[in-house]
């Protein structure tokens, strides 16, 4: 039999609506199961990174108080170093005392020396350059300018001598068990100076009476001179114990001009003596030497005019100025200083450069006899 075709339109769409359907509902039953799947996965998702970063927080949280404890740990064992090496040096002078003040001693000195030596260098070059020469130089730089030089040759020595490798370490202590003979005043002690100072005065001073036998050895052969009686007279006072005026000396100046009391006519005997008198280092050109050295203190009397006068210098500066030209200041007031290097001053800027031998012969006249160079030679120790 044959099915109507409404029948059939009827019952494809009916199936065709049911499967449509069942489909849609199997759909969204699978869809719904999948976005539940997919939201549960987030949430365990977010939970397990919220733990990581939680874990990952608390990490860096311990990291950080370990990096913080090692900082903290290197600053202090880096302040502790710091501070040892620091103060070292006392470290150093607790344990060890007498080494460290050798260290300092030299050090100092060490710099002190390299200090004047660049003045030193200053002045030379001043004194070269200026029209005036060495005249245009004051009292203090004409001072370091004499004795700079012979300070220089002195220590040289014990400069070299320690730098040397291996050797240094032998001649070091060498260096200071003798620092009269190989240092200068630069790398000494207060009382060093005291003691060294007293001991080359002395040495000078010792000095005096072959000087004055060497004049009154010569007197007789200046019999025509016109002033013979004069000289004489100043010689006798020195050998009674009493010194002749500054204005007697000026007097007799012309005695010292030529003749066996002038530079070229004194003996050899005579000039080893000045040279020895005056603190000059022993040469082979002792006449050149004395003429320099009589120039050069000549020029610092004229400087003390020049800056006010004697009574101007500070007590040190004036007690310096006593032991360069031949008289112990030790235990002096500054009264009997100043009438001193008056008398001194009066005689050294009231001649020429032909009496340079009557300058040289100062220690002798004004000073031969005075109280503390007699208890400087004579007493084993001064008051």
Known sequence: AVTPPQIKRNVASEITSVGKAIYEARWDDKHTTTQQIGSMSTRSQSEANGEQDKNTKDTEMIKSKRDQMRDNMQDYIFTRYFNYVKNYDKVLEKNFPKAMQLYRVFFDGVKDFFGDMKRFLKIARIANDAPQGIRALNRQELELYMQMPRDMWKVAPALIGCSLPMVGYAFFPLV?????????????????????????????????????????????????????????????????????????????????????????????????????????????????????????????????????GVHNLRTDAMRYCCYLRGLNPDNLSREEMIEWLRNWVKVSTSIQGEHITLFLHLPILLAYNHPRNWKTIYCKKTD
Request: charged share 20%; net charge positive.
């Open 176 to 308: 200071f068990w003798y620092p009269r003979i190989f240092l200068t005043s630069h790398f000494w002690t207060g009382q060093q100076r005291n003691d060294f100072q007293s001991h080359f005065m002395k040495r000078r001073l010792q000095c005096n009476k072959p000087v004055f036998r060497c004049l009154q050895a010569k007197l007789k052969s200046l019999k025509t001179h016109h002033k013979h009686d004069e000289f004489q007279s100043i010689l006798g006072q020195l050998g009674s114990g009493t010194h002749p005026t500054a204005e007697a000396l000026i007097a007799v100046k012309d005695i010292f001009a030529e003749g066996p009391y002038s530079l070229l006519g004194m003996s050899r005997k005579h000039i080893k003596c000045l040279v020895k008198l005056h603190g000059l280092p022993n040469s082979l050109f002792k006449r050149h030497r004395l003429h320099e050295h009589a120039f050069l203190v000549h020029y610092m009397d004229l400087a003390i005019m020049r800056e006010g």
